[in-house]
């Protein structure tokens, strides 16, 4: 494709309502420079690096590159292809033929370690390619920032959606309802829904985070509380939820070489109100809806991701390799932050759970701190809703 320096940006790992917002910032602050010479992006991942297959965004029209902070999911394909040590020196040797000079890899931090690992294989194959991350997660789960693009569109869909079902169940007080929340091992997004109360008609009356040991007897004894109060309950877990040990919930599915797939844990437990205690109950899984949804796409979360996709190219061209784009939050009241480079070490496969000080005392909801530390990112109120029961 010519023999130009080149900036690539490169998608890793699931999609997010703002990946396409970084992508729309690096390449908008790259097309703006000069320097950045070609400006392309992988097809797929990093298997569209090592099969070749880019997009030149220098052919792109500027209607069509505007439509990327409003576009769902990614624009140029994402993968979760493992990697092994001899993949990344496969890669650097494919980014050298390409002339590529920037690498900015998009990513959680899984794709952060692909980061860090290919910036290494550069450097030991004496590839000159600097390369910086740019962070999206709507698990929120990637360590040092303040969190992550992609993270607040999840968070404001998920109290959103919890809204509407608790109004539901206030209408129909008939059952348990249980709700299943993406995140892993992180509870951020379940965490969010304890916003859908500012609807003004009630939020959950339970959240089970993967942060702390579930205990089947309890949660059971919580539900038979409920039913009896009030004939009804929202319960909004994990999908990362287990006991202990570290136990999951929900029943072994498949085992397949190294990947092994549950149940759905919300049905698992919907099951099991209704074994154990004879009752109505039903379970509710936005998952892939709730991954990427624009009508609530967080207005702050789309800022931010742009911002980080610009600092990110600013980072490379100034020769700032090894680093990941943070979020550093200055102020909450009124809310602001300012974007910093964090050695690409300190993120890599480092996980970063809900902290304690987050977490109630019972271990089934969470603090009025974590609130306040999340209602900013949300970017709008939730809508109010009227009720007469």
């Known amino acids: 494709m010519g023999t130009q320096d080149t900036l690539l940006v490169m998608h890793g790992g699931g999609p997010t309502a703002v990946i396409n917002a970084s992508l729309f910032g690096a390449v908008d602050e790259a097309l703006r420079t000069p320097e950045a010479g070609r400006v392309l992006g992988a097809l797929g991942g990093v298997g569209g690096i090592l ?7 220098g052919t792109v029209s500027r209607e069509t590159l505007a439509l990327l902070p409003h576009s769902p999911s990614s624009a140029i394909g994402t993968s979760r292809k493992p990697l092994e040590e001899k993949d990344y020196r496969a890669l650097a040797h494919a980014l050298k033929r390409e002339h590529v000079r ?11 370690n692909t980061c860090g690992e290919i910036w290494r294989a550069c450097r030991a194959e004496g590839v000159n390619i600097d390369v910086v991350g740019i962070p999206k ?6 360590a040092v920032t303040d969190h992550a693009p992609g993270y607040a569109s999840a968070a404001l869909y998920m109290a959103a959606s919890v809204s509407e079902v608790c109004c539901d169940v206030r209408g129909l007080p008939i059952h348990i309802v249980i709700v299943e929340a993406m995140g892993r091992n992180a509870g951020w997004v379940t ?8 609807s003004g008609t009630g939020g959950p009356d339970l959240i089970y985070l993967p942060e702390r040991d579930f205990d089947e007897d309890q949660f059971l004894e ?19 939820l287990h006991k202990k040990g570290g136990v999951p919930v929900a029943p072994l599915l498949m085992e397949t070489g190294r990947s092994r797939y549950f149940g759905d844990v919300s049905a698992h437990l919907a099951r099991l109100v209704v074994q154990k205690l004879g009752y109505k109950a039903r379970s509710e899984k936005p998952g892939l809806l709730g991954r990427a949804s624009m009508p609530w796409q967080s207005a702050v979360d789309r800022e931010e991701a742009v911002q980080c996709g610009r600092e990110a190219v600013r980072a490379a061209l100034e020769g700032d390799s090894g680093k990941m784009v943070g979020i550093e939050r200055v102020s909450s009241a009124p809310y602001a932050v300012r974007y910093v480079r964090i050695p690409i070490e300190q993120v890599m496969l480092d996980e970063r759970t809900l902290p304690d000080r987050y977490i109630n005392a019972a271990g089934n909801g969470v603090t009025e701190e974590f609130r306040s530390w999340l209602r900013p990112l949300l970017g709008q109120d939730l809508p109010r809703f009227a009720s007469f029961v």
């Open 51 to 57: 099969d070749g297959r880019f997009v030149d965004f």
């Open 102 to 112: 920037w690498l900015l890899p998009t990513g959680g931090n899984g794709t952060m």
């Open 137 to 142: 997660t709507m698990d929120n789960d990637i």
């Open 191 to 198: 965490a969010a829904s304890a916003l859908a109360d500012e």
């Open 222 to 240: 919580s539900c038979q509380e409920l039913i009896d109060e009030k004939g009804s309950g929202i319960v909004v877990v994990s999908e990362g």
